[in-house]
């Protein structure tokens, strides 16, 4: 367990290396009727299970979250990791967090994968189009894929300079 507040502000991002198709999400909510067919039904859970996708929302797997975060959150940058020179500012909502893509909780687990539900204000940015789609249950994202950074605007500098730090040390 690890609060926003407690992590390093170079820390705080998300990321994620795919996006899910209709079809994906589809396979993914009936896995979770299924594995939760003898759980207690949130409100989580109905609205994963019912959720269809509108013009505007995007459904992204995350990797391991940095911190325990309640939702909804707002963001508002997006960057490409290995080049983090390359993103966009817009703000945009994480509305709904599927702990391992099948089971819908109201908050994102700090150290675990999370499929979420992004709503921007009118469409999804075309930079949403650099990762990998995924159109089956198992994934199937080659290692070299471009991956993206999710984060808010006061961190965004602090992120840059850490990867940037990375890099040239990766390079010596």
Not at 51 to 58: D, L, P, S, T
Not at 64 to 77: C, G, M, Q, R, V
Request: aromatic share 12%; with cysteine.
């Amino acid at each position: 367990m690890r609060t926003e507040e407690a992590t390093k502000p170079e820390e705080c991002f998300l990321c994620s290396s795919e996006y899910f198709s209709d079809s994906a999400t589809a396979i993914w909510q009936a896995e979770c009727v299924k594995r939760c067919k003898d759980k207690d039904k949130s409100t989580a859970y109905e609205r994963y299970v019912n959720w269809v996708r509108k013009e505007n929302e995007v459904a992204i797997f995350m990797l391991y979250s940095y911190a325990d975060l309640e939702i909804p959150k707002t963001f508002d940058i997006i960057f490409q990791l290995d080049k983090p020179e390359n993103y966009i500012q817009e703000e945009y909502l994480l509305t709904q967090s599927i702990h391992e893509a099948w089971m819908p909780l109201n908050n994102i687990s700090h150290g675990h994968k999370h499929l979420c539900i992004l709503k921007f204000k009118s469409r999804i940015p075309e930079m949403i189009n650099l990762l990998y789609r995924a159109d089956e249950k198992f994934c199937t994202t080659p290692n070299s894929h471009i991956k993206l950074g999710f984060c808010h605007s006061e961190n965004f500098e602090q992120i840059k300079n850490r990867i940037k730090q990375m890099v040239d040390k990766a390079g010596e």
